[in-house]
Structures are given as structure tokens and as C-alpha cells.
């Protein structure tokens, strides 16, 4: 590619115009309440003379011919130069915006390919920058050729094959996990009590007349084991939509790291979409093992990594493998990400019972008293259950709790219903705080809460009730040595008592 060949101004595909008309949409949220203001003006004044049809039908065709007109001029206004390791873009309809995209401030290069790109065979590009409000560039409805010469110039890995021909490095969900999880993910339970509510909410409003016919359906066509055999196929149906977005989703997983050392994944069935995520960008992981899963042996990891970009999609963890065996996540974890977990744990002593099921049994009473007298009919039978259920909440989370400290990762561990672990590495804790109430003095125990950052948010994960050596152990460990200083060995009193 010659000199010339790379300073040519470059357009997107025309089909790209669908993705400034979204743009456009959102856009115009802001300032398209006043069109009906103004239609109803004209109205008022000129409604004589002309009827309300003809306003109304000319103002929709005003509107939609703007709003044409600028996704023609926003797709024609964006343009892009290739350089050597650089890409310059202008952008904007009445301020243009220039942009140098360098090899130095990328932190991703992804792509996704949406359900119209498979009929161009096209895809779309975000380079994810770092810093910034607009920390992100999109290039929507490239050629395949485009993007691999973009990347190349870029520096990226271009090419679409695992890094390790031999897969030792490569973990793909086969389709019988993703039917597993389908079937256990808490979105089928969603799903079908969403259904379940619905029917027996519409056999509730209906009239008597209209519900005496549908339970005459349904007892004819099911005899009198209609109510369990509508309840079976409410489950059927609840597990064919929970497949569909399954699939729809995570349809040829694949996750694997390059040749540079970055993670690359690879998802969707109509919208394929592909990551990139440097290891220097993860700032924790978490292994989520919820009831159903756990039961069976998988899990669920994520990764908080940074993120700059100003979409509230990117504040959101990013799923490294949405159901894998947990021994395979395990072997696979460090390898492929550089984290460790530790098998043996701190647990919580007997001192911290009382916190995590004697207060709350004590409140559950307090609160089923009113719900007892108040409450009518036999409901007010169920105030027992208010105390019961509580304390279990507490004992299950008083077993989950669990914390490990090595010389280069912090492991946590907490969860009530679902067990979720937190491993972070040294340094990447942004802020630490340990708190200890009268209570807790007495019993020599503290809670400790840490955060790591995301982008303009922070995800914080703590502990309570754990023993106070421990917790100022877990703090001073977060704390960065001041210069001149290899170790901190001692923490005031003040400060663990309660510090940030």
C-alpha cells in the first residue's frame, strides 16, 4: 500500500446510514417533544383553512424528510484516512470533529457483525480509546478487507483463528452446555414465572363468563389434569425462549488468547461479535456459581476491566465464560488470564453468628408482629416465616463467607443464594476502607470493604464480621508503601477503627 493509496479519503458503506439513523433517534430524544407543541400551534391558527388530517400527514412527512436528510448528511460528513500506524477521522454535521485514533491510546479493537452486515457482508468496528468523555470510535458496516487492514495498521491481531492450534489455550461451549444453560440460568425462571403471573392474572380480571369457556377448553382438551398439564407447557414454553436468547447470545463461544497475550471472544449467533481484552485491563474476576449451576459443578466467571466508553453498556462486567465445569474454569484460569484461586479459605469464627443470624432472626420477630395483627385473612399465618426465613438467609451467607491472602492476590468470598469469589491482584485495589462498631470491638471483629476501578464507576466487595487481625491484615495489604518504605507493619489505632 503505497502513500497515496492511504491518505484517500475513505465513507462507510451506505448500509451505515441504519446505524446514524439509531444514532439520530437517540439523539433527538432530547428536543422532539417540541414538534407536537408546534404542530398544535400551526393547528390552532390555520386549522380553518386547512383540516387536522392534512396537518397532521404533512407534518409527519416534514419530520421524516429531516430526519433523512440528516442521517444522509451525518454518514456523508464521516469520513476516515489511513496512516502509518494511525487513523484520521472527521466526523460531525455542523461542527466537525477531527480525531487521530494512534497505536498508543487503544486499549480494544472489537467487532460485531449485525444481523443486516451478513446480507452485505460487512461488520462493525469500535476502537475503545483510553481517557476521554468520547472514548470510543465506531466504523459501522465495513468490508472483512477493511477491518483486517485497519487492524493491521493498528497493530491488532487480524486474523480470526485461535492463537494455540492445539486448543490447549482455547475453551469453546459446546451446545449441549448452552442448552444446560439455558435450563438453568435464572432468566428460565424469569421467564416462566413472568408467564405463569400473566395467565393466572388474566384468569383473574377476565369475566366469569369468558373464564368458565377457557377452563372449558383447557378441561377438554387436557381432561381434568388441565391445571398441571398448562403448567407443563408454560415450562416448555419458558425453556424454548430462554434457549432462543441463549443461543442468540452465546451461540459458538469461544474464548482464547493470541499472540500478543490478549483474550479474544467470540459470541452470537445472528450478531457475531468479537472482544479483545488486555490482561493489563483486568482489574478482578469474579466466579459466580449460583444454586442450580453449583449443584451440577459449573460456573460463571466475569471480569471487571476498565472501560472509558460514555454508553451505559460499558459500565457492565464483561462475561469471560457464561457456564463452564468450575474444574475447567480452574485449570484454565491462570493460563489464559493470570489469576490464581486458593483453595483453602479463612473462614468466619463463632463470634459472628450472632451478627448474621441472631439480629436478623430478632428484627424478622419485630417485623412479623405488625404482620401478624394487621394483615387479614390467613395471610397473617404466614408472619412465622418472616424470622425462619431470614435466619436461613443468614446461616447461608455466615457459611459463605471466605477470605485468602497471598503474596500477589486477595481472594473473597460472600454471597447469600448465590456464592460469588472476588480475586483481585496486588495493586489494583483503588481504595480500602476498615470499619468496626462497639459491637464488633467487643468481640475483637471489623468489616473491611476494597474497590477496584471501571471506568467512571467502581466496583466494590467487602466483608463483615470478620476477625479484626484479619481485616487489618487484608488493609494493610491494600495500602501502597510510601516512598523510601518496602513494607507498612503497623496500622494506628484510629485507622482501624474506621479509615478510607
Sequence with gaps: ???????????????????????????????????????????????EQISPFTIGIVSVVVLLMLFLIVVFLRWRSFTYEIHEQAIYIESGLFVTKKRW??????????????????????????????????????????????????????????GDKPADPFGESVIRLSKNDLILHSLLSPRFGAVFTLLSVGFFKYLDVTEETDRNLLIHYLSSWFGANWIILTLVILLFLSFAISLLTTFTSDYDFTLHKNDKG??????????????????DRIQ?????????????GYVSIEAVVIRNGHDKETHKNITLLPFVQKETALSMLEPLTGYQMDSHLHRLTKKAKFAYMGIPFILGCLLSIPVWLYVPGLYHYAAPLIPLGLFFLG??????????????????????????????????VQWASLRQTSLQAKKHLASVRVAVAS??????????????????????????????????????????REAN
Aim: overall charge positive; proline content about 3%; glycine content about 6%.
Design 101 to 158: 485514533v494512534t497505536t498508543d491510546h487503544i486499549q480494544s479493537i472489537d467487532s460485531t457483525v449485525r444481523v443486516y452486515d451478513h446480507f452485505f457482508s460487512t461488520r462493525t468496528l469500535t476502537i475503545e480509546l483510553a481517557g476521554g468523555e468520547e472514548s470510543s470510535i465506531t466504523l459501522s458496516c465495513i468490508s472483512s478487507e477493511e477491518e483486517k487492514r485497519i487492524r493491521g495498521v493498528l497493530g491488532a491481531q487480524a
Design 284 to 296: 478482578a474476576l469474579w466466579i459466580i456459581e449460583r444454586p442450580l449451576p453449583r449443584l451440577l
Design 262 to 279: 490478549e483474550l479474544e471472544i467470540t459470541q452470537g449467533l445472528f450478531e457475531k461479535k468479537k472482544r479483545t481484552i488486555a490482561q
Design 1 to 47: 500500500m503505497n502513500k497515496s493509496e492511504k491518505l484517500v479519503k475513505h465513507r462507510l458503506h451506505p448500509v451505515s446510514m441504519l446505524y446514524f439513523m439509531v444514532t439520530v433517534v437517540k439523539e433527538s430524544f432530547s428536543f422532539i417533544w417540541l414538534f407536537p407543541l408546534i404542530v398544535l400551534y400551526v393547528h390552532q391558527h390555520i386549522s
Design 395 to 428: 446461616w447461608m451467607e455466615y457459611r459463605k463467607i471466605g477470605w485468602n491472602q497471598s503474596e500477589n492476590f486477595l481472594t473473597l468470598q460472600y454471597g447469600k443464594v448465590t456464592r460469588k469469589t472476588a480475586l483481585i491482584k496486588r495493586g489494583r
Design 455 to 496: 471506568g467512571k464507576m467502581k466496583v466494590s466487595m467487602g466483608l463483615r464480621h470478620i476477625p479484626l487481625a484479619e481485616a487489618e491484615r487484608i488493609y494493610r495489604y491494600t495500602l501502597k508503601p510510601k516512598r523510601g518504605e518496602t513494607n507498612i507493619t503497623s496500622v494506628d489505632q484510629s485507622a482501624s
